[in-house]
């Protein structure tokens, strides 16, 4: 799996908008771009992915820069839930196939203040 | 539906001995993938299986093994145990066949070992 980077911790304030970045300079064109978050005490939880164009669905928005090197995941209205590890991953596309393991990094800690 | 699940969710074991961890995934859920999670190394993959058979490795000495049963539940073992092999070990179920393969975690088996 292509290597992804992201910076290793970030702080916002509760309410506000909170947007994480991912950069993925050696992405192959089918490569679907992955966000998973790990709360703490638990396991990993898939947030949203995409493959180019913007994503959003009820936990999250994702945008893909045209180029596709590098992503954004955007969480509208950080509530101290949201405090977690956040992993952007990317994965090979297939259909009909089986699962290759994830490949995780190191994440960016996101810390919520009140 | 119910989410998946580990047992037992903390085990402490000495050097030398071995231990089987037990994973019963999502309900129709087919594939099973195992993660060890330590601070040094992060979340890394054991191997995944799919109707019975280990389809993918990670790199993980021989001591590491699984297996999967006709129900999809699965078991992994990790013999001759060393100090370095505690760690949060996870469990992942998914559906192959579409796309993204989203994987659903479940809340981990914490392993010591004395």
């Known amino acids: 799996d292509a290597k992804t980077t992201q910076p290793n911790s970030m702080e916002s304030n509760e309410e506000e908008p909170v947007h994480l970045p991912c950069n993925h300079s050696?992405?192959?064109?089918?490569?679907?771009i992955h966000w998973y978050r790990q709360l703490p005490s638990q396991g990993p939880e898939y947030v949203i992915h995409?493959?180019?164009s913007n994503v959003n669905n009820r936990m999250a928005s994702l945008a893909i820069a045209e180029d596709r090197k590098s992503s954004t995941l955007i969480l509208h209205r950080a509530t101290l839930r949201d405090a977690a590890v956040y992993y952007c991953?990317?994965?090979?596309?297939?259909?009909?196939?089986?699962?290759?393991?994830?490949?995780f990094g190191k994440g960016t800690h996101l810390i919520i203040q009140p | 539906k119910a989410g998946v699940t580990q047992t037992p969710r903390y085990l402490i074991k000495t050097r030398g001995q071995q231990v089987t961890l037990s994973c019963s995934p999502i309900?129709?859920?087919?594939?099973v993938s195992w993660y060890q999670q330590t601070p040094g190394q992060g979340l890394q993959f054991l191997f995944e299986?799919?109707?019975?058979?280990?389809?993918n490795k990670g790199n993980f000495p021989g001591r590491f093994s699984g297996r999967q049963f006709s129900n999809s539940r699965s078991e992994m073992n990790v013999s001759t145990l060393e100090l370095g092999d505690s760690a949060l070990y996870l469990c992942?179920?998914?559906?192959?066949?579409?796309?993204?393969?989203?994987?659903?975690f479940g809340p981990g088996t914490r392993l010591t070992v004395l």
């Open positions: 991953i990317l994965r090979a596309g297939f259909s009909g196939g089986g699962a290759d393991g994830l490949t």
């Open positions: 050696t992405i192959s064109g089918t490569d679907y």
């Open positions: 995409g493959l180019t």
């Open positions: 309900s129709g859920h087919r594939s």
């Open positions: 299986y799919f109707s019975e058979t280990q389809r």
């Open positions: 992942a179920s998914n559906l192959p066949g579409n796309d993204y393969n989203e994987q659903f």
